[in-house]
């Protein structure tokens, strides 16, 4: 709710893993042949790449995060406060190109320069006086605002490669046509275009291991390498949170960690493995987040935040997961604040490996209206929790009460912007101190009003209309009483555990055999599975008590409109089912996208239900799903409620072996499904982006700038936040 997440897990609305290689068949459109054939090293042709799915958007989506009436009711200490952090979290976020492809800080350093230097109307006339046709230039435009809304040119919700759709020699004369720093531009552009422009399999999507790239990974580095690391790792308890791997050479290694100052390096050998520990990874970002985290101090509203932001700037200065940790201790104990944020190396989902988080930071003003709604669900959490179908002892001892509010994002930046959060993803704090829950309101609320496809006539106006209210439900319940429930069978230290030791697995009728050891996370565990299963788990949670009309009233839903909007909630579940199929690969029978493999897998246990509930009407190029609403309650339900007991029961017990098996052949993606997929793909829609807000101070003041939801706009916004 992508939203995000590790163990806490984000909330995307339609929404990282990033395993497509390839392609699909070939397809005609008119007289354009769109697939491109790779030869191996016998010359022969035996692979497409079709070449439409990569090339940036013809007309890319942009929708305003509207936080103008928001700020504008915050005080000048909470709007400066609200600013630094908005601008650290700016500033680190440049760290998310490094994370995402060689060639993206070069793309970044040549369009900053390039927009510094030309508004978008000069540089245009002056690239149609170079022979650049109006289709090119907009097709320009068209990948900055892609390039822009995804921190790289990797699509952020799916991990695939984002191409210019105007050719190279077009490219590089709208750089010539610049009316400054024309030859620095040039000299740019030359090392990255034949990067930018690849169309080879093996750098098509990110991944490791031949499907595909990550520049967590520095050097031909395998998950065998991986795996020889992690065990020092987990030996000198370093997280991999804000670390990238490089490889040295055969069984040597370097592992380098995010910090401002380079404090004195590591070495260690183990098992024959040379490693080395290096600080001072993107320092000059670093120490920008630190520079101005120590700014907002002052501002802060109370001393959790003040001790907060003094443990972040430890953090980013030094490198220390433990300051990190101590930061979200503080932030859990901030109840309701009048602005909210975060910072960090937060969600893996596009660590192929699924440990190593990607840097985010955001700062929101609270939206008291909802909060009060989520304030209320958390208040009665207690006997929904009750109802979730996995036995008790699998549950929580405590259920630690947290903080749930609606915010209106001021800034979100990283890679993409998800609708729900649940934080922090370290599993000893969710486990036995607590975690936040936030609802981001003006995005939920940014939608588009074109017609819905994908679902019957008749259901149009009805999802339509509620597909929002829906959707807000479920954020609230996916994030509180999804990532926030289940427990995690640990081994505490010296021959103790957090559970009794014959505990019953229900799954086999047998006490428990596997738990998490000491050092041992949800993530480590499950590795590439932990986020899909999480988010499948989440999910599932969120669609099973949508049902419980006493949990509707709570967001003032009874009768009939109630139940209109778990309907339509579970039309958008079975929906985003097949729109899922998007970001699967046959060729490599990889998912794509954590949110969307845990939604088909979804859809295929409400489809083996069988009795009705779920179906498919398909024609030569559509097809449209049919949800049987009388059979929600007593065939979906019970379908979902056997479902997630298993999938709680994996998770609890780190039963990997068993659980990874069962979910990998439940999203395996049969014959029927890869000819929905084909459909699917023919009527793909560009995913939308954000044009964000942006504040600076002037004199005593803080100023509020706002801009056009057009690339345009996007252009300037960037420029702004990072004059």
């Keep these: 709710i992508t939203a995000k997440a590790p163990v806490s897990k ?38 497409e790449v079709n070449k439409e799915r990569y090339l940036a958007p013809k007309e890319q989506p942009v929708f305003r995060l509207d936080c103008t009436k928001a700020f504008a009711g915050l005080t000048d200490k909470e709007k400066t406060y609200a600013h630094y952090i908005s601008q650290a979290s700016w500033r680190g976020s440049i760290v998310c190109l490094a994370q995402t492809s060689p060639e993206s800080p070069v793309l970044f350093s040549i369009f900053q320069d390039l927009f510094k230097e030309n508004t978008v109307t000069s540089l245009g006339d002056a690239a149609q006086q170079n022979g650049v046709s109006k289709e090119s230039f907009n097709d320009l435009l068209q990948f900055v605002a892609a390039f822009y809304g995804n921190m790289g040119n990797y699509q952020s919700f799916g991990d695939t490669k984002i191409v210019p759709r105007l050719p190279v020699d077009q490219f590089r004369k709208i750089l010539e046509s610049s009316k400054g720093n024309k030859d620095a531009l040039l000299a740019k552009f030359d ?127 030094n490198g220390s997961i433990d300051d990190h940790k101590d930061a979200q201790r503080h932030w859990i104990h901030d109840k309701g604040p009048v602005v909210e944020s975060n910072i960090g190396f937060i969600e893996s989902y596009r660590d192929p490996q699924g440990e190593r988080g990607e840097f985010e930071g955001f700062v929101a003003v609270v939206n008291k209206e909802m909060s009060a709604k989520f304030a209320n669900l958390v208040k009665e959490a207690q006997p929904f929790i009750a109802n979730l179908p996995w036995p008790k002892n699998y549950e929580k001892d405590v259920f630690l009460s947290p903080d749930f509010t609606s915010l209106e994002v001021l800034s979100f930046a990283s890679s993409g912007v998800p609708a729900g959060i649940n934080i922090p993803n370290y599993d000893d704090i969710r486990q036995n101190e607590g975690f936040k829950n936030v609802s981001l309101g003006n995005v939920i609320a940014a939608k588009s009003n074109d017609p819905v496809d994908f679902v ?46 014959d505990t019953v697995n229900p799954l086999t009728g047998q006490p428990v ?69 998007e970001f699967y690969t046959p060729e490599t029978k990889k998912w794509g996208q954590a949110h969307m493999q845990g939604r088909y897998a979804i859809l295929r246990i409400l489809e083996e239900a069988g009795q009705g509930l779920v179906g498919f009407k398909i024609t030569e190029d559509n097809v449209m799903v049919v949800l049987d609403r009388s059979k929600i309650l007593s065939v979906g339900r019970k379908a979902i409620g056997d479902f997630l007991v298993k999938l709680q029961v994996y998770k609890s017990t780190a039963d990997v ?37 942006h504040t600076e101070i002037k004199g005593n003041f803080v100023e509020f700038s706002d801009f056009d939801p057009t690339p345009e706009g996007v252009i300037r916004s960037f420029q702004a936040h990072f004059a």
């Design 513 to 581: 055999s596997t738990w998490y050891k000491q050092g041992e996370t949800w993530d480590s565990k499950f590795q590439s599975f932990a986020s899909t299963m999480e988010e499948c788990r989440a999910e599932s949670c969120g669609i099973f008590l949508c049902t419980e009309l006493k949990l509707l009233e709570i967001f003032g839903y009874t009768g009939k409109e109630a139940e209109d909007i778990y309907y339509v909630n579970w039309l958008i579940m079975v929906r985003a089912g097949i729109r899922a199929l």
């Design 191 to 317: 090392k990255v275009k034949d990067q930018t422009y690849s169309m080879d399999p093996s750098v098509l999507s990110l991944g490791m291991d031949g499907n595909g790239i990550s520049t967590y990974y520095i050097g031909d580095v395998t998950s065998a390498d991986v795996e020889k690391v992690r065990k020092y790792m987990q030996q000198e308890k370093i997280s991999p949170y804000n670390t990238r791997l490089e490889k040295l050479g055969d069984n040597s290694y370097r592992i380098l960690i995010a910090s401002a100052n380079v404090l004195e390096s590591k070495k260690a050998t183990l098992d024959g493995v040379s490693i080395e520990v290096a600080y001072g990874d993107h320092r000059a970002e670093m120490q920008a987040v630190v520079d101005n985290l120590k700014a907002a101090i002052p501002y802060a509203a109370n001393s959790h935040q003040e001790k907060m932001l003094q443990k972040y700037v430890d953090h980013f200065a």
């Design 456 to 501: 019957l006539p008749e259901d149009h106006d009805l999802y339509n209309n509620l597909e929002s209210h829906a959707f807000e439900v479920q954020v609230g319940i996916h994030e509180l009483l999804g990532h926030g429930t289940g427990k995690l069978f640990s081994e505490t230290g010296n021959g103790e555990f957090n559970f009794p030791r």
């Design 10 to 47: 984000g909330f995307s609305q339609s929404q990282h893993h990033r395993q497509s290689k390839a392609s699909s068949p070939r397809r005609i459109l008119g007289n354009c042949k769109l697939g491109t054939e790779i030869a191996n090293d016998k010359g022969d042709m035996t692979q």
């Design 657 to 693: 072996e068993n659980g990874t098996k069962y979910y990998s052949e439940l999203t395996s993606v049969p014959e029927k499904y890869l000819k929905i997929r084909e459909i699917i793909l023919g009527r793909k829609k560009p995913r939308r982006i954000f044009v964000q807000p």
